[in-house]
């Protein structure tokens, strides 16, 4: 079975950091592309980042581009979001979700559960 | 401009059809992609390349494709077919997605 588990969600202070982690598990990890997609509490979802399966390729929504770093441990089969200088509207849900496998074609599917990260004095 | 409008609700009865549209001009160029959300729970895809369906996936879900327009048809729809939709674009390159704003579904 396909899973994702994210972990690593906490209270932070704004300015502060924390780093999200994301366990796969039931796939061949890095043949994926995989992403994070957060939603601030009654929002909907925004797109954060994603990073191909070698590392090599990785795109950032404007919104965190300078302050997010996406990256992958493929031994591990572990996905990672370290988040600096976070402010008051990055508290949010953050979801890792493996990309489809089809060029042209870029769905998410599974999601893992998602974990809260909350910025707050 | 890189961004996808979709109602931000839409209400029908048990049995009716409800069809919720995404308009955007990532769609004339890229793939459109339905995500069902439950409440408190994490999103799910109903529908993949405008109009393909995953096997697990009732077959009263369908999608259509016209232009920069992607529009999702639940027919019959059923009390737990309540929740939040949400369609799912990408720029040319596919690298950067973008989401829709989220329509909520409510059954009456």
């Known amino acids: 079975e396909v899973q994702l588990v994210e972990s690593g969600g906490d209270l932070v202070k704004p300015g502060g950091s924390v780093t999200l982690s994301c366990a796969a598990s039931?796939?061949?990890?890095?043949?994926?592309?995989m992403d994070w997609v957060r939603q601030a509490p009654g929002k909907g979802l925004e797109w954060v980042s994603c990073?191909?399966?070698?590392?090599?390729?990785?795109y950032y929504a404007n919104s965190v581009k300078g302050r997010f770093t996406i990256f992958r441990d493929n031994a591990k089969k572990s996905l990672y979001l370290q988040m600096n200088s976070l402010r008051v509207d990055d508290t949010a849900v953050y979801y890792c979700?493996?990309?489809?496998?089809?060029?042209?074609?870029?769905?998410?599917?599974?999601w893992g559960p998602g974990t809260l990260v909350t910025v707050s004095s | 401009s890189f961004e996808l409008t979709q109602p931000p609700s839409v209400s029908v009865s048990p049995g009716q059809t409800a069809r919720i549209s995404c308009s955007g001009d990532p769609l004339s160029k890229q793939y459109g992609f339905w995500y069902q959300q439950k409440s408190g729970r994490a999103p799910i895809v109903i529908l993949y390349?405008?109009?393909e369906r995953p096997s697990h996936i009732p077959a009263r879900f369908s999608g259509a494709s016209s232009g920069t327009t992607v529009t999702l048809t639940i027919s019959g729809v059923q009390a737990e077919d309540e929740a939040d939709y949400y369609c799912?674009?990408?720029?040319?390159?596919?690298?950067?997605?973008?989401f829709g704003g989220g329509t909520k579904l409510t059954v009456l």
């Open positions: 979700a493996r990309e489809s496998a089809e060029a042209d074609a870029d769905w998410l599917d599974p």
């Open positions: 390349k405008d109009t």
């Open positions: 990073i191909s399966g070698s590392s090599s390729h990785k």
């Open positions: 799912q674009s990408a720029d040319s390159s596919g690298n950067y997605k973008i």
């Open positions: 039931g796939f061949t990890f890095d043949s994926y592309y």
